[in-house]
């Protein structure tokens, strides 16, 4: 079973940014690279929430919150999804997922990764 490694992530200040990385170690590249990509969040109480989406086209959406601060890129030949972060807010603090859905239709996630934002 594959298992999304992240990193990035962690303590800032608001208006600061942050980097989230996922990196996928066993998805062969052909499957990758058709995959669409995402990156999720949580916070206690609520339900996860589906923040950037990246399509193998490269077309993108994003949570209206997240319009114009968050930014999702891929590199296919690292096998890896990005979530980058600027003018960060307290109301962006949750626990961040990656997610790989590939043609198949087989999803994959990252462990999670806590960003906090102090106000």
């Known amino acids: 079973q594959e298992r999304l490694v992240e990193s990035g992530g962690g303590l800032v200040q608001s208006g600061g940014s942050l980097s989230l990385s996922c990196k996928s170690s066993?998805?062969?590249?052909?499957?990758?690279?058709?995959?669409?990509m995402a990156w999720y969040r949580q916070s206690p109480g609520i339900q996860r929430e589906l923040v950037a989406q990246?399509?193998?086209?490269?077309?993108?959406s994003y949570l209206d919150s997240v319009k114009g601060r968050f930014t999702i890129s891929r590199d296919n030949a690292r096998r890896t999804q990005y979530l980058q972060m600027n003018e960060l807010k307290p109301e962006d603090t949750a626990v961040y997922y990656c997610?790989?859905?590939?043609?198949?239709?087989?999803?994959?996630w990252g462990q999670g990764t806590q960003v906090t934002v102090s106000g």
């Open positions: 997610n790989i859905m590939t043609p198949q239709g087989m999803a994959y």
């Open positions: 066993r998805i062969i590249l052909s499957t990758f690279s058709g995959s669409t």
């Open positions: 990246m399509a193998s086209s490269g077309s993108t």
